[in-house]
Nanobody
Framework: VQLQASGGGLVQAGGSLRLSCTPS????????IGWFRQAPGKQREGVSC????????YYLDSVKGRFTISRDDAKNTAYLQMNSLKPDDTAVYYC??????????????????????WGKGTQVTVSS
């Protein structure tokens, strides 16, 4: 069981990238998906998560209005559309999956400790 994140690269501030997450060995249909990032010297943080059904999402405050998470179960792929990128978005981005949704106070939980499967990351570098 593996996940593969792709689509990273070098982009100027204000630019866009779309990350993709594809599984190997299982169907994403039955899993919630999360995107996480880790910058050098910083802890991994949850950027965005989407529920198993796709009807609920979570976004880190600093990416709200700029990033959009989505899933296409027919293609067995999840996406993170990143617009208006900033240098602070520079990090290695990872996708992860969990077989059930967890909510706290009606908010979809998007913590790395809640994820079951992880993939190798993809580097996103935003130049100023």
């Amino acid at each position: 069981v593996q996940l593969q994140a792709s689509g990273g690269g070098l982009v100027q501030a204000g630019g866009s990238l779309r990350l993709s997450c594809t599984p190997s060995g299982f169907d994403l249909d039955y899993y919630g998906i999360g995107w996480f990032r880790q910058a050098p010297g910083k802890q991994r943080e949850g950027v965005s998560c989407i529920s198993v059904s796709g009807s609920n999402t979570y976004y880190l405050d600093s990416v709200k209005g700029r990033f959009t998470i989505s899933r296409d179960d027919a293609k067995n792929t999840a996406y993170l559309q990143m617009n208006s990128l900033k240098p602070d978005d520079t990090a290695v981005y990872y996708c992860a999956a969990v077989a059930r949704d967890v909510y706290y106070s009606n908010v979809l939980y998007c913590g790395s400790d809640g994820m079951e499967y992880w993939g190798k990351g993809t580097q996103v570098t935003v130049s100023s």
